[in-house]
């Protein structure tokens, strides 16, 4: 131990990514040392961990298996502020014993409304009306869109955040589908949501669809240029509203050149992507330069009040690993011997 200020210091924490400044107060308050700042990836693998018993990132910080194995024996837990937990090798942490803890309920509403945000903005052409009215365009007749209502929704994947999107979906009047394999037909019953057996079903029924699932080798491109192909087009109420395409989970779960190619045939009608497979996107992508596409650059979490949920949350199963105890949002708790 050591003193920090008037605290003794209980630990030493990095924050690389950034932190809302109530959850950094009340680590320095419960007397740890926090230390707020990029680390490079060069000193990461070089062992920079080695100085701190924890370690909170976002999404930017990646932690593969060879900068956890250079960490040494003092790193006690790494938090992920936030739900996805790609960038961190979870297997090589338990190795290491070091558990992975991550803060999944915080930014829920703020990724539905933005899910649902997106879907509007398709189907009403919000995005192109703007970019047409901005070049001295005003497209009145070119931007007939379709309601939501009376539309088939999928959502590939029924957590927490598919639920809420679920939940305000069918009250536009959309009907809802969903695929999750390791969902209890239950949970879909209770939400009454048809659950299908397989992805393609879940295509071939709907013209809407909307990714809720964590990225791995399951999923990796499970959306691709055989499944697009499935979609009808066409809605049950009648409507040739063409097949419409959201992804607010995670970049990879997505083919984006089969995406591209469909919007070119005209299969898909619109996509729209908050997460793309290579981050930060690059501009000249196709698939930012098609007219039917819009995206976001991964903000489905920032906003003002999922961030201050997230860093609180984030902090205190920091805080409840660091104290001895067991933290309910461990990834790799099936891993840890």
């Given at each position: 131990m050591a003193l920090f200020g008037r605290f003794v210091v209980m630990a030493r924490i990095a924050v690389t990514d950034g932190m809302a400044k109530d959850a950094v107060a009340l680590l320095e308050q419960s007397g740890h040392e926090v230390i707020l700042g990029t680390i490079s990836s060069t000193d990461l693998a070089a062992?920079?961990?080695?100085?701190?018993?924890?370690?909170?990132?976002?999404?930017?910080?990646?932690?593969?298996?060879?900068?956890?194995?250079?960490?040494?024996?003092?790193?006690?837990?790494?938090?992920r502020a936030g739900v996805g937990v790609d960038n961190i090798d979870i297997a090589s942490a338990a190795e290491a014993g070091i558990p992975v803890v991550n803060a999944p309920r915080a930014s829920t509403q703020s990724v539905v409304e933005l899910t649902i945000g997106h879907l509007l903005s398709s189907l009403r052409h919000i995005p192109r009306a703007d970019r047409g009215m901005r070049s001295g365009k005003w497209e009145k007749k070119a931007m007939k869109g379709t309601e939501l209502s009376g539309k088939n929704l999928g959502l590939i994947g029924f957590g927490r955040i598919a639920q809420g999107v679920g939940a305000v979906a069918q009250a536009l009047g959309m009907t809802v589908h969903t695929y999750d394999p390791y969902l209890p037909p239950k949970v879909a019953k209770a939400q009454n949501t048809t659950l299908h057996k397989k992805v393609e079903t879940l295509f071939s029924n709907c013209t809407h669809i909307s990714i809720h699932c964590n990225l791995n080798d399951e999923t990796h491109h499970l959306v691709n240029a055989k499944r697009l192909s499935?979609?009808?087009?066409?809605?049950?109420?009648?409507?040739?509203?063409?097949?419409?395409?959201?992804n607010c989970a995670r970049g990879g779960i997505i083919d984006e050149d089969a995406l591209f190619q469909a919007m070119e045939d005209g299969a898909v009608a619109s996509a729209a992507l908050d997460v793309f497979e290579i981050e930060p996107v690059d501009p000249s992508s196709p698939l930012l330069q098609h007219e039917h596409f819009h995206g976001t650059p991964h903000i489905g979490a920032a906003t003002m009040e999922a961030q201050a949920r997230v860093g609180l949350d984030i902090a205190r199963a920091i805080m409840t690993v660091l104290d001895g105890g067991t933290c309910e949002t461990t990834v790799n708790a099936h891993l840890l011997t």
């Open positions: 062992g920079a961990l080695g100085e701190f018993d924890a370690i909170i990132v976002r999404s930017a910080t990646k932690l593969p298996a060879d900068v956890i194995s250079a960490s040494g024996d003092r790193l006690a837990v790494i938090g499935l979609m009808p087009g066409r809605s049950n109420d009648g409507i040739d509203c063409g097949n419409h395409i959201v």
